[in-house]
């Protein structure tokens, strides 16, 4: 617990201080930062317009990579990490799409899609078949 | 004076389109012969001028930068250069609004002044529709966004402009999308002139399909050189983020793409007229809708010059008329039009609904992806709809799409069977599946890249396929665009999964003479030098690169800083190979003497704007093969008329 209140300082940082270490540099095992990779191509930059905290200049979302990286590295797991960026800054820091109850329909509608063209095509050429 | 011309001449110009709009509707009312009618063509072509007129005073005010109009004085700098100057004047919501209303009087002159294919009584539709649409934008223009208003006190100095569209790309980029909307918005006007006098006919298709053909060939150029630009400018290598606003442009393109096929079933087989019609509905919706995120503000990015909600309900309100009218004159008439010509499943035909249903579910998926967060944060729930849904969501409608797409010209019209073509499908077969196998086995990546790749392979072959057993030279110009078109998706596709499964990326902190290895590239630091520039300073760092420990060449990346307005920008450099581009970026230094490089290697990446220069070139081919061939009926039915007026003055 001091550990997370410990690390979670660098997020307060104004812009301007200098960037967190694990910011603008990969981790020594491939392995891991393949992992971390992963993960940060599929959080949101909140300061910024549709990016993921992998493709911004921002220095929230340098702090959030150093986050990832170090986290990656301690050995948590990305979906643990995943979960705890997003009791802090809510669902929306997170692009991996979840069914809930305010996303249903973002799975339904494709489907439904499915079941409409299979349905089309169905009327469309039943009279040949 | 000159912006107060400018303002006068798109006053009478408004006034035109009102002119325009009135003697098409009395024309469908009282015949096609009354004095009023007459002056349907003159008024669109007069008008065209007159927003040109219009267009040209913008240019001028900024190109002499006169700060005493308040929007050069808002977007301008005497210190920038004469060419960003000029792009400034549609880099900014006016101009831009100003660009798109003259591109649309110049292409309502031209179907005014040449398109004589159609019966009289439609063209007077088509021109009232166009006059119609075109006064929702003067409203606009003239009510809410005069790109004329002068300031009661000119301004000593203008206040620039945003450095991250001081650049080539903002000369390009938004002046071809608007091409194509606007393209999109006369085949709307077909459409809508069709619909109200029940012409739904292959000729109506023939008329309104090399402007669906020039709008994708502008949307498919936009979207390409607007992914270059972010992968470029951004500086972190990606070239598509599903961003609202790139949304906004790939959702009138996919509309347009699927109107496209459509309409060439109806030109050449008189079927799938109902589709036909819907889809010019669609895809005119759509370039509005993009209108609308872009322009009203309701997205924050540097697209969105105008935060301004009298705006934005505005532009709202033109989407609501012209969309919900369109919509509703399509529900009264759509059942007076008989659906066509019959065709089997197994048709190139029943391809084509294929290629169209899918093309609709992938622009229905993308729509719902960019409304969606917009609607729960209407309620106060956030959610973010990003890569991670759009991909594997899209990829289930597109690679089945992309496996028609091979197959489907390969078929004959109104009827085929599969049979007649197994060598070529079991071709197609074994190169999808050994593929899959192939980069399964030796690279073990993940699903997307790995249908990606294989289907490219696949498709690139199936692409020429059409051509086999033809001669060559008898090919029609317009069949060559289509193979080539094809092909091009399969080049961009190969470029995407290859950058996805094979990039290499290297963050680095090198001291001045310190070397790095990303992917087959060694890069050496040499040192690092502040620029000057006309309104920034930046840090360079001076580089050599070397592939594969070949001759060396040296970059110069720039990490820049504007000051007018103060913002910090990356000037990445990008060494292009045939087999890839290495992406270097120079970042700021470490505090421990130390600076920071990023640098990429991402093989083949090049091909995704190759493919889509490709697929517009395919365009092309067919836009310029359609033409002559209409120009050499033109000329064939002239010499016809003078021959049988010879025979009747001989007689």
């Not at chain 1, 603008?24 to 990779?37: K, M, S, T």
């Not at chain 2, 393109?253 to 699927?258: G, V, Y």
């Not at chain 2, 059409?466 to 110009?477: C, E, F, T």
Request: aromatic letters at 10%.
């Amino acid at each position: 617990m001091i550990l997370a209140t410990m690390i979670a300082i660098p997020l307060a940082a104004q812009d301007g201080a200098p960037p967190a270490p694990y910011a603008y540099r990969q981790l020594d095992d491939p392995a891991q930062e393949a992992v971390a990779q992963e993960l940060m191509e599929t959080l949101r930059c909140l300061k910024c317009q549709s990016q993921s905290i992998a493709d911004s200049d921002a220095s929230m979302a340098g702090d959030m990579r150093h986050q990832v990286r170090i986290r990656i590295a301690a050995g948590d797991s990305p979906e643990e990490i995943r979960r705890w960026l997003m009791d802090r800054y809510g669902d929306y820091v997170s692009y991996e799409p979840v069914m809930s109850a305010t996303t249903w329909p973002l799975f339904a509608i494709p489907a439904l899609l499915v079941v409409i063209a299979g349905l089309l095509f169905w009327r469309r050429f039943r009279r040949r078949a | 004076m000159i912006a107060e011309i400018g303002l006068a001449a798109l006053w009478l110009a408004a006034a035109l389109a009102v002119l325009q709009l009135l003697g098409g509707v009395l024309a469908l009312r009282g015949g096609t012969t009354s004095d009023i009618a007459a002056l349907t063509r003159p008024a669109a072509i007069l008008q065209g001028g007159l927003v040109a007129v219009s267009f040209g005073a913008l240019l001028y005010v900024f190109a002499i930068t006169d700060l005493s109009v308040k929007l050069v004085a808002m977007n301008s700098h005497t210190l920038k250069p004469l060419i960003f100057k000029l792009s400034g004047a549609w880099g900014n919501h006016e101009g831009s609004m100003l660009l798109w209303v003259t591109v649309m009087a110049l292409a309502g002159a031209l179907i005014a002044g040449i398109e004589r294919r159609l019966p009289e009584r439609t063209m007077q539709a088509t021109l009232a529709a166009q006059g119609f649409v075109a006064l929702g934008f003067y409203a606009f223009l003239l009510l809410s966004s005069n790109p004329f208003e002068r300031l009661a006190q000119p301004a000593v100095e203008g206040l620039g402009l945003n450095p991250l569209l001081q650049d080539i790309g903002l000369a390009l980029h938004p002046p071809t999308l608007y091409f194509g909307y606007v393209g999109l918005s006369v085949a709307f006007s077909f459409a809508v002139g069709a619909l109200v006098t029940k012409q739904v006919t292959p000729a109506f298709a023939r008329a309104m399909r090399p402007w669906i053909l020039g709008a994708w060939v502008f949307l498919t150029l936009g979207i390409t050189a607007g992914s270059y630009w972010a992968y470029y400018e951004l500086g972190w290598g990606g070239y598509w983020f599903w961003d609202p606003v790139e949304n906004a442009s790939l959702m009138p393109w996919l509309a347009a793409t699927a109107l496209l096929h459509s309409a060439s079933v109806l030109a050449s087989r008189d079927a799938l007229r109902v589709w036909t019609i819907m889809l010019g509905v669609v895809a005119f919706s759509m370039s509005m809708l993009g209108t609308f995120l872009v322009r009203s503000g309701i997205l924050t990015s540097v697209h969105a010059f105008a935060v301004d909600p009298e705006r934005g309900s505005f532009i709202l309100f033109l989407l609501a008329l012209y969309i919900g009218g369109a919509l509703l004159l399509f529900a009264l008439r759509a059942g007076a039009i008989s659906e066509g010509e019959r065709f089997s499943v197994a048709s190139r035909e029943g391809a084509l609904v294929v290629n169209n249903v899918m093309l609709s579910a992938i622009l229905a998926v993308v729509l719902l992806g960019t409304l969606y967060p917009l609607l729960t944060e209407a309620f106060d729930v956030r959610v973010s709809v990003g890569p991670p849904y759009f991909n594997p969501v899209g990829a289930v409608f597109t690679f089945p799409m992309l496996a028609v797409m091979a197959v489907g010209p390969l078929l004959r019209w109104r009827r085929d069977g599969f049979g007649r073509q197994t060598k070529e499908l079991a071709l197609i077969g074994a190169l999808l599946l050994s593929g899959l196998i192939l980069f399964a086995l030796l690279f073990g990546m993940a699903i997307l890249p790995l249908l990606g790749l294989s289907m490219a392979i696949a498709l690139a072959v199936a692409s020429f396929l059409p051509l086999k057993g033809r001669k060559l030279r008898r090919v029609p110009i317009e069949t060559w665009g289509m193979v080539i078109a094809h092909f091009g998706i399969a080049v961009a596709l190969f470029g995407m999964a290859s950058e996805s499964a094979f990039s290499t990326e290297k963050l680095a902190a090198l001291e001045e003479g310190g070397t790095t290895q990303v992917g087959p590239w060694s890069v050496q630091l040499q040192a690092v030098e502040p620029v000057a520039g006309p309104n920034w300073t930046a840090l360079s760092g001076r580089m050599t690169v070397a592939y594969d420990g070949g001759e060396p060449s040296e970059i110069t990346p720039q990490s820049r800083n504007f000051w007018a307005p103060p913002q910090q920008t990356t000037e990445s450099v990008l060494v292009t190979r045939w087999n890839g581009q290495l992406y270097a970026v120079m970042g700021g230094d470490s505090n421990d003497g130390r600076w920071q490089l990023r640098l990429w290697w991402k093989p083949f990446v090049t091909f995704i704007w190759y493919g889509g220069l490709l697929i517009a070139l395919g365009g092309v081919l067919a836009l310029v093969g359609r033409v002559r061939k209409d120009l050499k009926r033109r000329f064939v039915k002239r010499r016809g008329a003078e021959r049988r007026t010879e025979m009747e003055e001989l007689a």
